[in-house]
């Protein structure tokens, strides 16, 4: 995902004509990832330059426009897992579990940055690393140790196929306990969090503007290091299967992969899953 | 669909009584719990808010013990293949062990509660048991359904003991806060109040949603 | 019965990158026996419980008794008796509960749990948890709960590997010769098998590495699959 990404992403784009369903092939990688670099540049620049210094916090108050996006884009990185967790149930195409496991993966990270930077504030603003009475921080860690089981559970089942089923049906449920979690926490806590996600409107002009100019760099940010993920994932794939295929006959006696939480991608299924006219 | 239901839970029920695996256990941990509060609480008695939160924390603790147990004798005695080879709806199992483990909690209240009136609770439960009943019920309905789902989430799994408990303590928080909050003004010592209305309501979203989800997503926990 | 009791044709299965079955293709008709050999981690057990609808396959088309697998596979349910590895009964139950359980779960009655009971000689001993008693008597009532929906199609996992040769005898009207129900039989003896085989399956690392009618097949080929 470092250096060598621009010539891998281009490589992927020429060997392998995307037979559509774009997202695993590498195509508007670069796009994508000029456009993260100039929006994220955009919004530091807002909030270093041109958003005010707000009155009762001061400077550590900048934090806001990072740690708020930043647990805004994993939750609904969560909760679109779920959405794509749905789909592989449905289609039984693993592609989407694939895409599942990365939007969930990376919400973890993302996750974990918005833990962090939420506890610094805190610090900074109300004297201690952790409150428990503001709701959206609270029930972000009980929905972040609920996925932080996402990988253990994978990693505990062997079968590639039933590891795939099981954490789609986990994705599902954890998804749904997002809101469901929210709501519970939030009616028993007294109110103490700044309104932030109902209030962007009660913001100053300048304010609202960065903080969506950050939230916008912050989600472009998620999806292009999921299609970065989706993508090396993909072309690691099709590079075993072509080992594969040059071994020939002593197929059988390679040796076994060490066991994975990553759900693996095997081109063959994924193409014959295709050829079977099965939506994808 | 109904005679389904029934002839698992007949053999839920037989398996149980055979082997006494789930229930007792449950309610001795309950009250073994209550004696470690005790000590480490260093309190004859609680109230209000304490202890609510004590109540509700054992008596999630002792139902994961039945989640944990739950779905063990069939995937070790190939009971999954057995239902599966037989024309019928696939969701009668999950209500049935659904209400297999309501059964079990009900009987470990049964234990517990008075256990806890008996050991712990300051003031007498008296008038505030029809409204206490109908709160663990509400609370019920919820770990019944999250718990047959995550039983069965982990039980074909490597470490199903340990990822049974992890991945039902935080989807049961919701349970937790809604049942304490509402339970908690039962036990206060000075003008005890009936539940919150609030409290319900999340009980009952809580129970209507993922109700839902595990009649959805069950299936799919079945196959191989 | 004109349509045949398999039908398949390409089947694949894989196991994360491994294929665990790759274009398998056969077709049995109503009655007759097929005989699957091949050494350990061959694919027997895989394509055993592909036909029984407990797996689904990943590629081809499977016909069980004239219904598509997966998309019908609630057709297949019902019709099919499976007795694998796994003798599928609860050890505290007695061998009359674990049967009435799967009695009641196909909407079968208890006359036919007590002639079968009986079928297996299993009569005395009824009434007993099942971990008390030994290995070949569970294996009998194992061949009683497979066989206690009447199925038309038996998918037999060595069969008769915890049996001892007074007991096969017993067991032969059911799930042997005798039967006249189709059989898939996976099987570890050329002789026996072979006796036994209408049509001869022999598969290796999940392809099929011999397929033909057992007047065709000598021990001889069956060995060189396990070389």
Redesign the interface.
């Known amino acids: 995902m470092s250096s060598p990404s621009r010539p891998a992403s281009g490589a992927a784009e020429t060997s392998q004509r995307p037979r559509g369903g774009g997202a695993l092939y590498g195509s508007g990688l670069r796009t994508l990832s000029i456009a993260t670099v100039a929006v994220m540049t955009l919004g530091l620049a807002l909030v270093f330059f041109y958003a005010p210094l707000e009155a009762e916090q001061g400077f550590l108050q900048k934090i806001f426009y990072v740690h708020v996006p930043l647990a805004i884009v994993a939750l609904g990185g969560f909760v679109i897992g779920g959405l794509l967790a749905i789909q592989h149930l449905r289609t ?1 195409d693993p592609r989407w579990d694939m895409r599942s496991y990365v939007a969930i993966h990376m919400s973890l990270i993302f996750g974990v940055g918005a833990l962090i930077t939420g506890s610094i504030w805190a610090k900074g603003s109300w004297g201690h690393w952790w409150v428990w009475n503001e709701p959206t921080l609270v029930s972000f860690l009980i929905v972040f140790l609920l996925y932080a089981t996402y990988q253990p559970l994978r990693f505990a089942i062997e ?3 039933r590891q795939a089923r099981y954490a789609s049906v986990f994705a599902i449920t954890a998804g749904a306990f997002v809101p469901m979690n929210f709501i519970a926490v939030r009616l028993s806590t007294a109110y103490l969090h700044p309104r932030v996600l109902g209030g962007t409107s009660s913001l100053p002009g300048s304010m609202a503007l960065t903080f969506m100019v950050c939230l916008a760099g912050i989600a472009l940010l998620f999806a292009t290091l999921c299609k970065y993920e989706l993508t090396a994932k993909h072309t690691r794939a099709q590079v ?2 072509l080992r ?1 295929r040059l071994a020939g006959e002593s197929a ?1 006696t390679q040796a076994r ?1 060490p066991r994975s939480a990553a759900p ?1 991608l ?1 081109p ?2 994924t193409m ?1 899953a295709r050829a ?1 006219g099965r939506p994808g | 669909m109904r ?2 239901v ?2 698992l839970l ?2 839920e029920l ?2 149980e009584l ?2 006494l695996e789930s229930v007792p256990g449950m309610s001795l941990f309950a009250v073994t719990t209550f004696v470690v509060f005790h000590f480490a609480l260093n309190r004859s008695s609680v109230e209000g808010d304490l202890a609510s939160g004590i109540l509700w924390v054992t008596l999630l603790f002792a139902a994961i013990l039945g989640v944990n147990r739950l779905f063990v ?1 069939d995937a070790d ?3 999954f ?8 709806d696939r969701s009668a199992m999950l209500v049935a062990k659904a209400l297999t483990l309501l059964a079990y909690l009900v009987v470990l209240e049964l234990v517990a509660v008075p256990a806890f009136a008996l050991l712990l609770l300051g003031p007498p439960l008296g008038g505030a048991m029809p409204d206490l009943v109908g709160v663990l019920l509400l609370g019920d309905l919820g770990v019944a359904a999250v718990g047959t789902l995550v039983a069965a989430l982990a039980v074909r799994t490597r470490a199903r003991d340990l990822l049974g408990p992890l991945l039902a303590l935080p989807l049961l928080v919701p349970i937790v806060i809604g049942g304490a909050r509402a339970t908690s003004p039962l036990f206060a010592l000075a003008h005890p109040a009936g539940p919150a209305a609030r409290w319900l309501l999340t009980l009952g979203l809580y129970d209507l949603v993922f109700g839902l989800i595990a009649y959805a997503v069950f299936d799919f926990l079945l ?2 | 019965m004109s349509v045949p009791a398999l039908e398949v044709e390409g089947l ?1 299965r ?4 491994r294929e665990a079955l790759s274009d398998v293709s056969l077709t049995l008709g109503a009655g007759q026996t097929l005989v699957v050999f091949g050494p350990n981690g061959a694919g027997k057990t895989t394509l055993l ?1 592909v036909l ?5 396959p ?2 081809g088309e499977v016909r069980v008794l004239g219904s598509r697998l997966p998309d019908e596979a ?1 057709a297949v ?2 019709r ?3 007795l ?1 590895h ?8 007695t061998a009359r ?1 674990n049967l009435r ?2 009695a ?4 079968v009655g208890e006359e036919r749990v007590t002639e079968l009971l009986e079928a297996v000689a299993m009569t005395g001993r009824c009434n007993e ?1 099942l971990r008390t008693l030994s290995r070949g008597m569970v294996q009998r009532v194992a061949v009683a ?1 497979a066989v206690l929906h009447d199925p038309l199609l038996l998918l037999l996992d060595e069969p008769t590997s915890n049996l001892d040769p007074a007991a096969v005898e017993l067991v032969a009207p059911l799930i042997g010769r005798g039967s006249p129900r189709t059989r898939v039989i996976c099987s570890h003896d050329p002789g026996g098998g072979l006796a036994q085989a209408d049509l001869v399956l022999g598969l290796r ?1 999940g392809r099929p590495a011999l397929l033909r009618s057992a007047a065709q097949v000598t021990p001889s080929d069956i060995a060189e699959l396990y070389r």
């Open positions: 039984r079968d590639p196929e075993r299967a594969r059988t992969r693996t095997n063959a299924a014959s079977a | 005679r389904t029934a002839a007949r053999k037989l398996v055979r082997t004798a005695q190939g009971g293949d057995g239902f599966l080879l037989a024309p019928v196959e191989d | 694949a894989h196991y994360g990158e419980r029984a609808s407990l797996l689904r990943h590629a609630w349910r019902g099919v008796g499976l694998g796994e003798p599928l009964l609860y050890r505290e139950l509960e359980y799967h009641r779960l196909h909407g948890p709960r690392a």
